[in-house]
């Protein structure tokens, strides 16, 4: 018996609430992508109860899970995100009658680290990267990575879109996002052609009924992870030859920092950066308003400082 297997057969005695949740998420409009991460989650959270009844979980075991969970190195972001799926998996028991209290409310989250510069990649870096995007499947790559490096979308949200969302003739483009909300995003000229051309040559999924618009070579949705790998191959390639110390841990999601970034050093204002980027807080996007030591340097050389004769 594997680890997954080790890890399921411990928590069969909850299957029913698993089921529950599952059910819950896909009816409250969850998408795949964080169905499949709280379920994770709360399968890891059920499973260190070792077999004690659900009657008997108090906050002091959620408590006790995101100890261990944090002692193992997670984040906080990480650990943050775990307190959440197991929030969530009770106040799913609680709607559909299964539970009466919720165990994991009243927990603080961790504190994220401020002040903690997002990796990104500035204009002229950008333009190298997608230079590095080859393969068989180029264009279709070279479209995925410009909409997260020009148009900010997550990289779950790339996987989730379908053919439908995209108006051409519009040049706008419908993501549906965090906290299960629409966004019509503007797709710049240049991004519009590759896009059609990409849409155009998609891969013809095996499914009649597909409308994935990006599809794997297997005919089927292209997954999160495949993105991820796929960037990262990219990452490496557009990095070979630094020395190790010298390459950054460049990640799909960093094109998204990118594209904050860029956005506000061309002067964009904070509020439509993020509507453009999904943000429910506008406190989210401040973390990409950090100034880089050039900048600083910058600032301070225009100051006209007379200094006394000594």
Not at 118 to 132: A, G, I, K, M, N
Not at 148 to 162: A, C, K, T
Not at 269 to 276: A, G, I, K, N
Request: with cysteine; net charge positive.
């Amino acid at each position: 018996m594997n680890k997954l297997e080790r890890w399921l057969s411990s928590v069969d005695e909850y299957r029913d609430e698993l089921d529950a949740f599952l059910i819950w998420m896909k009816d409250a409009g969850y998408t795949s992508h964080t169905q499949k991460s709280y379920m994770s989650d709360a399968q890891e959270f059920l499973a260190s109860l070792h077999g004690k009844p659900m009657s008997a979980v108090k906050k002091f075991h959620v408590v006790s899970f995101l100890s261990s969970v944090r002692e193992r190195g997670v984040s906080d972001a990480t650990r943050n995100r775990k307190h959440a799926s197991v929030s969530c998996f009770f106040k799913a028991l609680i709607d559909l009658e299964l539970h009466t209290d919720n165990p994991a409310t009243g927990i603080k989250k961790s504190k994220m680290e401020k002040n903690r510069v997002p990796v990104y990649l500035d204009e002229s870096d950008l333009t190298r990267f997608l230079q590095h995007v080859d393969g068989k499947y180029k264009l279709r790559n070279l479209s995925l990575f410009l909409l997260m490096g020009y148009m900010g979308l997550r990289v779950g949200e790339v996987h989730s879109l379908n053919l439908n969302d995209y108006n051409a003739e519009r040049r706008t483009l419908s993501v549906y996002g965090k906290g299960r909300k629409w966004r019509s995003l503007p797709v710049p000229e240049v991004v519009a052609g590759v896009l059609s051309q990409a849409v155009e040559d998609r891969l013809e999924p095996w499914r009649a009924k597909e409308n994935a618009m990006f599809t794997s070579q297997k005919g089927r949705r292209i997954s999160i992870r495949s993105i991820q790998q796929i960037a990262a191959e990219t990452f490496d390639r557009f990095q070979e030859g630094l020395p190790e110390a010298h390459r950054q841990p460049y990640s799909s999601h960093k094109l998204r920092h990118s594209f904050a970034t860029l956005l506000l050093r061309k002067g964009a204002d904070l509020r439509t950066v993020q509507e453009l980027l999904g943000h429910a807080s506008i406190q989210t996007t401040t973390i990409y308003t950090h100034i880089t030591n050039r900048e600083k340097e910058e600032a301070v050389a225009r100051l006209d400082i007379q200094i006394p004769q000594f």
